[in-house]
């Protein structure tokens, strides 16, 4: 009679442990500001020379879902898979059904240009694959997706869309 209690318990715990092990991308948070798409790849040869290169062009874009709800995206976190991370540390309020675009080199944020950028020229967004983190200021997880540039650009163009 106990090896059943036993047996069902480790069933259970084997159950979890399979779902716990979900890809990055098929995991769904209950955040409002999800990770709308990336440019992982900028357009032409990179170069992160920040006069003259190409760093602005790799961004992501992070989009207010809620249909009522104004968030701040004061302390949030956008990392990669190597730790690489930005935190926004103004004041930026996305509406409902609004967006920014994190790009990388030097700019001046604005809520009017939907832009904020990391101040930063070297390229974090690998060309080949990568995984991308949305984080609250909290610590809790907002929104995380992986993508590869053979598995999830379907047009070859440097950029995936995420939630539709």
Same mark, same amino acid.
């Given at each position: ?11 259970a ?18 955040s409002?500001?999800?990770? +709308?798409g990336?440019? @992982?790849?900028?357009? %032409? ?7 003259? %290169?190409?760093?602005?062009?790799? =961004?992501?874009?992070i989009?207010? =879902?809620?249909?009522?709800a ?5 302390? =949030?976190?956008?990392?990669d ?9 103004m004041?930026?309020y996305?509406q ?20 904020? @950028? ?9 060309n ?9 200021p909290t ?6 997706? +992986?993508?590869?540039?053979? %598995? ?6 440097? @950029?995936?869309?995420?939630?539709g």
């Amino acid at each position: 009679m106990r090896k059943r209690p036993a047996l069902a318990v480790a069933l259970a715990a084997a159950t979890l442990a399979v779902l716990g092990a979900s890809p990055a991308q098929a995991a769904e948070y209950s955040s409002a500001l999800k990770i +709308s798409g990336i440019q @992982y790849d900028a357009p %032409g040869r990179d170069s992160n020379a920040c006069a003259t %290169g190409n760093a602005a062009a790799e =961004y992501v874009t992070i989009k207010n =879902y809620s249909s009522s709800a104004t968030v701040n995206l004061k302390g =949030y976190v956008v990392k990669d898979a190597a730790g690489n991370r930005y935190t926004f540390t103004m004041n930026h309020y996305l509406q409902p059904g609004d967006f920014v675009r994190l790009r990388g080199n030097r700019g001046t944020e604005s809520d009017a240009n939907n832009v904020a @950028y990391r101040n930063n020229c070297n390229f974090i967004w690998n060309n080949d694959r990568d995984t991308v983190y949305l984080v609250k200021p909290t610590g809790a997880a907002a929104d995380s997706h +992986s993508y590869t540039k053979s %598995g999830s650009d379907k047009d070859g163009n440097g @950029y995936v869309t995420f939630h539709g």
